[in-house]
Nanobody, 115 residues
């Protein structure tokens, strides 16, 4: 089992920045990839960014150039730096881990971008 706990969400004005953190614990050995998803009201959950165990990253087109995913192996934590935030970035952000074909999810953290 892998446990994931997100933090760092909140209210921010358009153009502002936030950094989300996802702390992993439990059976974290051999996690293949970790990522951030988001779900806005009335919409399906979508991939925002992901990072593999080898360090490769990929991003949704809507966040390229604004968001950066990174990780600290020492802290078993994955980060999502979000800059130039827009109202359409408002959503619950979920951390995801993929291990041996199984997916694990955190409970999510709410990001609200509003003036």
């Amino acid at each position: 089992q892998v446990q994931l706990v997100e933090s760092g969400g909140g209210l921010v004005q358009p153009g502002g920045s936030l950094r989300l953190s996802c702390a992993a614990s439990g059976s974290i050995f051999s996690i293949n990839a970790m990522g951030w998803y988001r779900q806005a009201p009335g919409k399906q959950r979508e991939l925002v960014a992901a990072i593999t165990s080898g360090g490769s990253t990929n991003y949704a087109d809507s966040v390229k150039g604004r968001f950066t995913i990174s990780r600290s192996n020492a802290k078993n934590t994955v980060y999502l730096q979000m800059n130039s935030l827009k109202p359409e970035d408002t959503a619950v952000y979920y951390c995801n881990a993929l291990k041996w074909g199984m997916e694990y999810w955190g409970k999510g953290t709410l990001v609200t971008v509003s003036s």
